[in-house]
């Protein structure tokens, strides 16, 4: 069985001639002499290195596709006819007090300082990327309004044009990193928190000291890997200027924008654009435990760490450090995934996916706890997007996992909203979205709660991008209480692995979860002999 066809995907805008492929290699079957396009190989052979990245480069979000032998999907989530669990206190469960509307979703997480979340999910990293920072109004608005934490990524500070250094090259200023702070405190209601992802160049750079000396963060994130994966996370840069510019910054750009020759090839129209990476992090314990003992002296509050989706030793590594380290939350974002930001072939065929590394982070934690150890909290995150998976993995690594990381799922709403704010004012909507009006107040379902949140008065500040994350989190939390309510769960503690069952047998035996007809089947066979 084939799981994966390289060679031709909407995400690199090419295509196969022939409906017969080779399905190792993805080329046609036939391949003519003479055929106009348009595959990857085709593609390629003009412009070379572009076809690596999904585009229309930074204005795409894309996720890797591929079929994997076992996912989510091969769990199926239990409903039970009798009893209550998670009810509140002194409250006997009945059919007039187990009412599904009053089911507890928020979660909370940390070591000793916890942050409360009204639903159990999160934003994946929005850094330095071009989707992030023209919508960043929209996901961070949307945020702070929905009760739930936004994750700042890298590389904000160094790719800003308004950055000023200082005589050590170290951030005094970041015009843009100022404004993404201000617009999510600016909403904020007491639940989530901001979280400023910091890689290599972001260390080199200072960012940390900036951030907490100029505006006072509490929580900050580690990141092992770059990007979006293992050596992902680009973003492309359409001027020589520039390009010259992140390069005297400390990061690698490519092709090298120093070269004569490449110089020569962008004035001529060949190279019409420069990519610039961040270097790989390197991780040691030695490292991992004094860079946490540096930010706690510098004075914050949380410090969290998000983690790739790699193997079983530094899936072990992170979980084992970040007990001893007393890490607020550990984030472990399996396969496939990705923003858009890194190169198509790497989301779709590296890491571990999700799965098969969730699983292995339950049974780590089983075993750090056995030990005596206390286990971080933990957060899943790679490719979740309905309520049906975060309830899956919020069971399936219980009681460890609080929350489950979201990354294209949160932010595809925020660029809906904005759009349709933008086809309202061009008086071009589509029939998708007049069919239910012309008005905000007729198009949003949640609009009215959104102005009663912030109020009247500030109901004009707020963009259709935020109140569309606020629709989208308001239906995971309804579709959440629902699937919890037939679960028996009335609280998100009240959540066990016992609630999901396995629909293979090879899911059975990788997860630990009872095969469907071995699930609950000793209760059965003890009341059909009573």
Known sequence: MNLNKPNANEATQSFNRSKSVVAMSGICTRCVDGCRGNCEIFK???????????????????????????????????????????????????PDTALFPKVDTRTEYGWNSKTAMEVPIFTGALGSTEIARANWEHFAIGAAIS???????????????????NSSNMVVKSPEMARRIEVYRRYHRGFGEMLVQMNVEDGRLGVAEYLIDTHGQESIELKWGQGAKSIGGEIMVHSLERALELQRRGYIVTPDPSDPVNQAAFNSGGIKEFERHSRLGFISEE????????????????ITLKTGAYGMRELALAMRWSSKAEIDLLTIDGAPGGTGMSPWRMMAEWGVPSLYLHTAAYKFAKHLEGRGLRVPDLAFAGAFSSEDGIFKALALGAPYTKAVCMGRALMIPGMVGKNIAKWMNENDL??????????????????????????????????????????????????????????????????????????????????????????????????LNS
Request: hydrophobic share 35%; proline share 6%; with cysteine.
């Open 147 to 165: 009760g739930i934490s936004l994750v700042c990524g890298e590389n904000v500070c160094g790719i800003d044009p308004g950055l000023e250094l």
């Open 430 to 527: 589509p029939k998708t979205v007049s069919a239910y009006g012309t008005t905000p107040e007729e198009i949003f379902t949640d609009y009215s709660k959104v102005k009663d949140l912030v109020g009247a008065d500030e109901m004009p500040n707020i963009p259709l991008g935020a109140v569309g994350i606020y629709s989208y989190c308001d239906r995971i939390r309804v579709g959440l209480q629902q699937l919890m309510a037939g679960a028996r769960c009335f609280n998100l503690a009240s959540v066990t692995r016992n609630e999901l069952m396995s629909l293979t047998e090879e899911c059975a035996k990788l997860t630990g979860i009872p095969y469907v007809m071995d699930a609950y089947l000793d209760e059965a066979m003890e009341i």
């Open 44 to 94: 390629s052979t003009f412009r070379g290195r572009e076809v690596i990245y999904p585009g229309p480069f930074g204005k795409v979000t894309a996720g890797g596709d591929k079929d994997y032998p076992l996912d989510y999907s091969h769990l199926n989530i239990q409903g039970y006819a009798m009893g209550a669990k998670g009810m509140p206190e002194g409250v006997e469960p009945g």
């Open 287 to 302: 490292s991992f435990m004094a860079e946490v003992a540096r930010l706690r002296k510098l004075g914050y509050k949380r």
